[in-house]
């Protein structure tokens, strides 16, 4: 008995020598490759023996360094997420199919979930008492980054890992003169992380969002098994991982398609003194199944988008490059005189490269400033390329991040509002709840519409099914105050989404959260889901993760399955 006792001991004493080893090995060969990881590969201690076995293939550290920035998001909001045991940095995605194996194997299964940059909000990617999978890894330690973004020219396809910023997709498929066609508005999020969500911005509207335009997927799901799935392929697992907010299975690689690339974009803003004007030409750039002609205006912007300006939202937001000091000033007065708030219709149309030329898109320009109702003397146009176009946030995110107004506390509320409360959302959340006393917030407020036969009822994603146009609303307010405020501004706008949520309940109007989050099931079976969706969701988390191992920061469901 105490034979074996030692020899177990021996055998667990080489495989930590052998982690330790390795990590100093791999550091060895490209210290940079691991960026802040590189600082020190320290051995594990108090992992479960099967952990310390996967040291032999992938990196695991489990101090409070790694275990704290696992835990910590871009929502920064000091939500209990609660700190996780280890960190695996995988090099392949056997790494990851190992680790689930290993904790489905066990009698207690530990959570685990995918992270790629955190940027959720309320510790959605993070993974109390379990492990985070840091998918980053996979590119900086695959045998070469190309290996991980792969573009079949013939084929009109990119394969993308799924720890992939959307922005090294873009310019891999660009050296070839392709790109996707659906974005989000910032491109420095991973495909997985997306693609676990849905994958919004102004193109939806007439490609659908980001989960509509994929062929395939591979996944490895909560049972350690890797399978690829598409719609021919393993199509209920495939409809499962797309917009399933991490439930199923990790995403290790998806097949975009791609599409001859514009060079540039013509980029307009023009600006409304009310919701109605906005939204009625906003509908007219998305109505694309009516047919272009006769002065319509449908279809003839590529990208269609809105926001509103309330106060704080001409100074200080990462939009509001886009005018002149001496433009703002005028903007302002023309704010004041509409009660303080304005509609902003953001649109572009792309030209040069593969879309058309130059003379095409300014009749087209000509059209729409003669044809849209905005308000004369206030429509901004610029001439950009188009990876500076998609790439937009990015200066803004560069800005804040030098004044340290990007680390701080994002209580961020989105939301899919069926077209027929707009209207009526606007008045009450636009000119009401938002205006009242939140001085020092700042950040856009986003509303734009698009068309729900782009959607697919068929992937987990939950959106208006009632009518034919639904609207995004996105509150996308950053808490910036005093040092002395003690977190009082945060919880005010935490108590604003509250209030926004209870307004839209009392007055009827259907909508959901988009990057939904809900404390507990209750809140994600009765209000997010509703009873037929939840039903298919449980029946697929029976059968993909049936022990409840992944993204359980999510707080869909807890171990064992109820
Ligand atoms: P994480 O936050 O790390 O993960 C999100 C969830 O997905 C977690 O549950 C995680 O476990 C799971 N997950 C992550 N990777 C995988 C994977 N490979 N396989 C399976 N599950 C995985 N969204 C839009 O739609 N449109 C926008 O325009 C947009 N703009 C944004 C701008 C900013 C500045 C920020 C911070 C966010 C924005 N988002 C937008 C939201 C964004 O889509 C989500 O934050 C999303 O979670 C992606 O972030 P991430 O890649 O860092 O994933």
């Excluded at 495989?15 to 020190?40: E, K, M, Q, W």
């Excluded at 680790?99 to 309320?122: D, E, M, N, Q, T």
């Excluded at 540039?264 to 109605?276: G, I, K, N, P, S």
């Excluded at 304005?342 to 130059?358: H, I, K, P, V």
Aim: proline share 5%; with cysteine.
């Amino acid at each position: 008995m105490v034979a074996i006792h030692r020899a177990r001991e021996m055998f667990i004493a080489v495989l930590f020598v052998l982690n330790c080893v390795l990590g100093t090995i791999r550091a060895d060969i490209d210290p940079s490759a691991y960026g802040d990881h590189a600082l020190a590969w320290r051995p594990v201690s108090s992992l479960p023996d099967e952990l310390r076995d996967l040291g032999v293939r992938a990196l695991i550290r489990d101090d409070a360094e790694a275990t704290a920035r696992a835990s910590a998001d871009f929502g920064n909001m000091s939500v209990d997420v609660g700190v996780p045991a280890a960190v695996l940095y995988p090099s392949c995605p056997d790494d990851i199919a190992a680790l689930l194996h290993a904790s489905s194997a066990r009698p207690s299964p530990f959570p685990v979930s995918a992270r790629g940059c955190g940027h959720s909000i309320r510790g959605q990617a993070s993974a109390a008492r379990g492990v985070v999978v840091d998918m980053p890894s996979l590119g900086r330690l695959a045998a070469g980054p190309a290996t991980r973004l792969s573009v079949s020219v013939e084929g009109r396809y990119i394969d993308a890992g799924g720890e992939q910023l959307w922005v090294d997709v873009l310019n891999a498929s660009l050296a070839h003169g392709l790109t996707p066609r659906s974005w989000t508005d910032y491109l420095h999020l991973t495909v997985g992380g997306t693609l676990s969500n849905a994958g919004i911005s102004g193109q939806a509207f007439r490609h659908g969002p980001q989960i509509s335009n994929v062929q395939e997927l591979d996944v490895i799901t909560g049972l350690g098994e890797k399978v690829t799935c598409s719609k021919e392929k393993n199509r209920d697992l495939f409809d499962a991982v797309l917009g399933g907010l991490g439930q199923f299975g990790v995403i290790t690689r998806a097949r975009i398609p791609l599409v001859p690339a514009p060079a540039r974009a013509r980029w307009v803003r023009l600006l409304y003194t009310d919701a109605a004007a906005l939204t009625k030409d906003q509908e007219r750039l998305i109505d694309i199944d009516v047919e272009i002609g006769t002065g319509a205006v449908s279809g003839l912007m590529d990208y269609v988008e809105g926001s509103v300006l309330a106060d704080q939202g001409l100074a200080g937001s990462w939009r509001s490059s886009f005018f002149s000091e001496a433009d703002a000033a005028r903007v302002a007065a023309l704010a004041k005189e509409a009660g303080g708030v304005l509609y902003c219709l953001e649109g572009a149309l792309y030209y040069g490269g593969a879309a058309g030329s130059e003379r095409d898109v300014d009749k087209k320009l000509d059209v729409l400033l003669r044809e849209l109702r905005y308000e004369r003397g206030f429509g901004f146009v610029q001439d950009v390329s188009y990876v500076g176009f998609l790439d937009r946030v990015r200066d803004g995110e560069l800005k804040l991040r030098a004044t340290g107004l990007w680390e701080v506390p994002h209580p961020w509320l989105n939301l899919f509002l069926p077209r027929s409360h707009v209207l009526d959302f606007a008045a009450g959340v636009f000119h009401g709840i938002l205006r009242r006393g939140t001085t020092g917030a700042s950040g856009p407020v986003l509303i734009y519409p698009m068309n729900r036969n782009r959607w697919d009822g068929e992937a987990s994603v939950v959106f208006p099914e009632e009518e034919e146009v639904f609207y995004t609303v996105g509150i996308l307010r950053s808490s910036v105050p005093a040092s002395s405020d003690g977190g009082q501004l945060q919880r005010r706008l935490e108590e604003q989404n509250e209030e926004i949520m209870r307004f839209c309940e009392d007055a009827g109007m259907a909508c959901v959260q988009y990057l939904p989050y809900y404390a507990g099931q209750s809140g994600w079976e009765k209000k997010h889901f509703g009873p037929n969706k939840w039903a298919r969701f449980v029946e697929r988390k029976r059968k993909y993760d049936p022990k409840a191992i992944l993204s359980r920061g999510q707080r869909i469901f807890t171990s064992p399955l109820a």
